[in-house]
């Protein structure tokens, strides 16, 4: 399929989604015991960033035993993360911003991928290459659903989708979810870094089915 088949095919798959949980996992046991807990608790996605040396792994294990979790990579800064993501059987990945190299590999080797941006000038250089599905960030310091509005105006008729991400909570994500451009929210909220080295699963737990009920609107 081409780049922007395979990024349709995701965007289609997130529209069902809409709350994609963002995570730093440390090592392959947690991953998995995180997916579990997705998977329990009806939230079947995870973005899982490469900040950490544990996160193909996670993906590659993750997606053999939780086929039904919607699994993609976050912070993919270079192109052989970018591969490295895709090897492991990621459905899509993210970057925090523009970085025309990743994104142009991304583009030739028909791997789905969503540059980050916030402002209009990189939101173009993004559409240049052919991407409709944007990641904005950090979303609530760039100005929220305000600022988000104001960038998808001109671009509207383009069909240009958005995944924000950064400073979204409980609080505000229905406001999100309510922007029709917008694809689905990255959940920073959700599996928490401290709460899963300190192994707060029910309190994670929690938390997820939360976050279910609000995009259920329950």
Not at 133 to 150: R, V, W
Not at 167 to 175: D, F, K, L, R, S
Request: overall charge neutral; proline content about 5%; some cysteine.
């Amino acid at each position: 399929m081409s780049f922007s088949m395979v990024c349709d095919t995701v965007l289609a798959q997130l529209e069902k989604i809409r709350i994609v949980p963002v995570l730093v996992l440390n090592d392959l046991d947690t991953g998995l015991k995180m997916c579990e807990v997705l998977s329990e608790c009806g939230l079947p996605a995870a973005e899982i960033t490469f900040r950490t040396q544990a996160a193909a792994s996670i993906i590659k294990a993750a997606s053999e035993r939780f086929p039904e979790l919607y699994l993609g990579a976050g912070t993919i800064l270079n192109v052989a993360d970018l591969k490295r993501a895709f090897d492991s059987g990621a459905k899509f990945a993210v970057a925090p911003g523009f970085n025309p190299t990743v994104v142009r590999a991304a583009v030739e080797s028909h791997f789905a991928f969503a540059p980050g941006v916030c402002t209009p000038s990189e939101a173009e250089q993004a559409m240049e290459f052919g991407c409709r599905f944007l990641k904005f960030f950090p979303a609530e310091a760039a100005g929220g659903t305000k600022m988000l509005k104001s960038i998808i105006a001109p671009y509207k008729h383009l069909g240009v989708r958005f995944m924000p991400t950064g400073g979204v909570t409980t609080a505000n994500v229905m406001e999100y979810l309510s922007v029709k451009e917008v694809v689905a929210v990255g959940g920073t909220w959700l599996g928490k870094a401290d709460d899963i080295a300190a192994g707060n699963w029910d309190k994670i737990r929690e938390t997820v089915k939360q976050a279910v009920a609000l995009k259920e609107g329950k």
